[in-house]
């Protein structure tokens, strides 16, 4: 097993490695490759550090993949990592619809190879108020959008996860059904999803997303809360009209649109001011936009942001 270094590789080196692996000895690799990466967490920590800021430790591989959300694998935390197994994320293709002028089903192989997949240090925010700091690998979704060029009424991109109860639990169990209105969507404004700092993420850790994590491609989007960043997408849609997602459509008292992370607008059953890290005691204070204000505020800036939280 020796090709199963711990370094960290470039996701491309990494690629290759894994069809070598996959066409040898699959599922013993795969164990000693995780092992490899838990115990790598202190390494990468050093090839990451240009893009950590101050304050920001890595999250262990093992806290990233067993503490998720992830409904359609149940609502606990442990439930992703434990009830994904029989899901199959590969192949794969995703279905690029609405006002586009090359609209299209595209294999995710394809996809991979067409795009340069960058490693993207980023914190997560979820909702919930606790925090992660993930090392992903993934490509700006502008490169995508770029390619199929959306009309000049496409305002709104609408995501969609696959919907697949016979591998999917919680889309099965009634009690999450009742209230989640699969598939789950989400969407962003054109110009969010044109923003460098949006990726479409295949891999964190350089490893192949598991499917806790929503292999085999999500979104990523650091300045939102967590549940903007959706998980196993098949559909990517341009549309004019601002979409209906998941969240403000399960509870509209509670969840908005934007839901950039803000944190001077409390969710109504707690603060939104302070966060936990995943791995910490203390609390520590939430940053407008997550901390990337700099890079994104221009995008609200004739909004109120109280108003459209
Ligand atoms: N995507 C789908 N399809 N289903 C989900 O339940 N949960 C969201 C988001 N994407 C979710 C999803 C929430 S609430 C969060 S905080 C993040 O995924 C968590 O991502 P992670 O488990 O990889 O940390």
Redo the contacts with the bound molecule.
Sequence with gaps: MKILGSEITPYKTYLNRRQFIQSSFASVATFTLASNLYASHNKSQNQYSDQLSENDVLNTYEE?TT??????FGIGKSD?SNFSNKFKPRPWSISVEGLVTKPGMIDLEDLISNFTIEDRVYR?R???AWS?V?PWQGFPLKDLIKKVEPLSDAKYIEFE?VYRPEEMPGQKRKTISFYVPWP?TEGLRLDEGLHPLTILSTGLYGHDLLN???APL?LVVPWK???K????IVAIRFVKEQPKTTWPLINPGEYAFYSNVNPNVDHPRWTQATERRIGEFFRRPTSMFNGYAEEVSDLYKDMDLIKYY
Excluded: A
């Design positions: 990233i503490y998720n959300n992830f409904y359609e992703p997560l979820c909702v919930e992660m993930i996860t789950y806790q994590n929503g999500r809360y967590g549940f960043s959706i998980k196993s």
